[in-house]
């Protein structure tokens, strides 16, 4: 059997999955057999990853994962974008460089100037007003270190690079919303792109830009940015030029590029991004067993981890790995069937919207095992195994938090 055989068996099962309606995990493909996983060995030991990883470390060696996702469908980059740039075996930077950050854009990927940018804020306050880019740069700078990772990540085999890490920069967005004048009857605060899109609701076709909304509360906020830089530059065109709304701790979705307008409204927006797409449905059962199907809009970021690579260093195996979403209090790993084992976290703990790098020392015994990780949040909320029914009666691929598992051979 070749590698693509597998890939192509890995994927056709994935696929029947989700119709299922069961995400599809990595540690679940138990099914690559032992010649094409040394092949995908081989590969990789010959490759520029392990180089460059040597490069960064003298004398470390990477132990390459067994289980390789397979690559995004050509239609789902044709259609999102490059959703799926993060790669966690050769990434050891906390920050994630602009080339190596993920994008995904659902309408079209507007080329804006910046002297035909204007950022517009009106509906229910008492003052509208435009900024250009220029007046919003003259207003006091703030910055976040935040991680930002589309709510669909690891809901498909394929896609588990939709996570990046970046210092954004802008000026926040609650003293302007307060200088308007929010009127009381407001609810909601809705974000527009310049992208836009056909939609149908009722056998409406309509025009829309992309947007998403805020409560009026989440939108004061004092982490909420206008954003214009992204690791110290411009915004990159695809990340939304020449400005977007960075809201730190939600999932990607929230983060509204190629922003152009903001209203404020007396109800809750119910555009196609609040409540048609990313949109969790599960199936779960009622106090007489009966069955109940809950609908929920995707929002704040749910506590997640991943085991990102083994590596070997005079002899002695260890763990690395990173931890994101709510924020972080702990993080354990269990390696086969073995006790849950405190990791240590060495990056990123002051910060509370960026990821954190951990690690755990690891005497190897040869042979092949199974590594997962799984991260506790500041309220207790712990990542769940793939059978807890948040998982396991999820019908819709957002919000896979669920707890990854990865496969090596210890020589
Ligand atoms: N205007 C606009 N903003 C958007 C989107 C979009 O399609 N249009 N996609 C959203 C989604 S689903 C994600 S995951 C993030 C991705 O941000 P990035 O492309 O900068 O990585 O942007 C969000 N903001
Ligand atoms: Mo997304």
Redesign the pocket.
């Known amino acids: 059997m070749t590698d693509l055989d597998v890939r192509t068996k890995e994927h056709d099962e994935g696929g029947k999955k989700l119709r299922e309606g069961q995400p599809r995990s990595v540690s679940r493909r138990e099914f690559l057999v032992q010649g094409s996983s040394t092949l995908a060995l081989l590969a990789v030991m010959n490759s520029p990853l392990l180089a460059r990883f040597a490069q960064a470390e003298e004398g470390t060696q990477l132990i390459p994962f067994l289980d390789r996702p397979p690559a995004p469908p050509e239609q789902a980059i044709k259609a999102?974008?490059e959703?799926n740039k993060h790669d966690w075996q050769r990434s050891t930077s906390w920050i994630t460089p602009a080339k190596d950050?993920?994008?995904?854009?659902?309408?079209n990927r507007p080329q804006i100037r910046e002297e035909d940018w204007r950022l517009t804020i009106g509906g229910l306050v008492e003052r509208p007003v435009t900024f250009s880019l220029d007046q919003l740069r003259a207003l006091p700078r703030q910055e976040v270190v935040f991680t930002?990772?589309?709510?669909?990540n690891h809901g498909f085999d394929w896609f588990t690079g939709?996570i990046?890490t970046a210092k954004w920069t802008g000026t926040p967005l609650a003293p302007i919303l307060k200088q308007a004048g929010i009127k009381h009857r407001a609810v909601d605060v809705v974000f527009?792109?310049?992208?836009e899109g056909e939609e149908e609701v009722r056998e409406i076709k309509m025009r829309q830009?992309?947007s998403?909304s805020l409560s009026v509360p989440e939108a004061l906020d004092p982490s909420v940015l206008l954003c214009y830089e992204m690791n110290g530059e411009p915004l990159p065109h695809?990340?939304?030029y020449p400005a977007?709304l960075i809201v730190p701790g939600w999932?990607?979705?929230?983060?509204?590029?190629?922003?152009t307008r903001i209203e404020v409204i007396d109800r809750r927006w119910a555009g196609r991004?609040m409540s048609k797409d990313?949109v969790t449905i599960r199936e779960e059962k009622g106090s007489n067993g009966e069955t109940v199907w809950t609908q929920k809009t995707v929002g704040r970021s749910l506590i997640k981890s991943a085991p990102a690579r083994v590596i070997v260093r005079n002899g002695k195996y260890r763990i690395e790995g990173v931890a994101w979403g709510a924020p972080v209090q702990r993080v354990e790993v269990q390696i086969d069937d073995g006790p849950w084992l405190p990791a240590t976290i060495d990056r990123g703990q002051d910060h509370d919207y960026a990821w954190k790098f951990w690690h755990l020392d690891w005497e190897a015994r040869s042979g092949e095992h199974r590594v997962t990780s799984r991260a506790v949040d500041r309220e207790g909320n712990v990542q769940p195994a793939l059978t807890d029914p948040v998982i396991a009666n999820k019908r819709t691929y957002w919000e896979s938090n669920g707890q990854i598992t990865r496969r090596v051979r210890i020589a």
């Open positions: 999102y974008g959703l950050f993920f994008t995904v854009s659902h309408y930002l990772e589309c709510a669909g939709g990046g527009f792109g310049a992208d830009c992309f998403r695809l990340n939304g977007r999932y990607g979705v929230a983060n509204v590029k190629w922003l991004f990313y």
